[in-house]
């Protein structure tokens, strides 16, 4: 079955850098556009970073400049590196696909929370 698993996350101050991994299982990585999304509290997920199967990107305008996504199709592994976090990145980060160009897997993983501290 579908396994989605995010850790790396944590608490950092303003300017601080974490990277989040997400180890996936049970579906077939090489074939899918992959995301990360975020949930802010009070606010609705998002998706802020996607990647193709041959490693294309794009991301939200609030996360391009400090944000870089990457994947590892031998692994079946997805990364997100970020830089220079700011207050505003504080979220719960999920892995999943994009939910555009590859359908949402279900169930969602636990997310792994991110809190930067001003």
């Known amino acids: 079955q579908v396994q989605l698993v995010e850790s790396g996350g944590g608490l950092v101050q303003t300017g601080g850098s974490l990277k989040l991994s997400c180890a996936t299982s049970?579906?077939?990585?090489?074939?899918?556009?992959m995301g990360w999304h975020r949930q802010a509290p009070g606010k609705q997920r998002e998706l802020v970073a996607r990647?193709?199967?041959?490693?294309?990107?794009y991301y939200s305008d609030s996360v391009k400049a400090h944000l870089i996504i990457s994947r590892d199709n031998y692994k079946n592994a997805l990364y997100l590196q970020m830089n220079n976090l700011q207050p505003e990145d504080t979220a719960v980060y999920y892995c999943?696909?994009?939910?555009?160009?590859?359908?949402?897997?279900?169930?969602w993983g636990q997310g792994t929370q991110v809190t930067v501290s001003s």
């Open positions: 999943n696909t994009d939910g555009e160009y590859s359908t949402i897997l279900e169930p």
């Open positions: 990647i193709f199967v041959r490693g294309a990107t």
């Open positions: 049970g579906i077939d990585f090489t074939t899918k556009t």
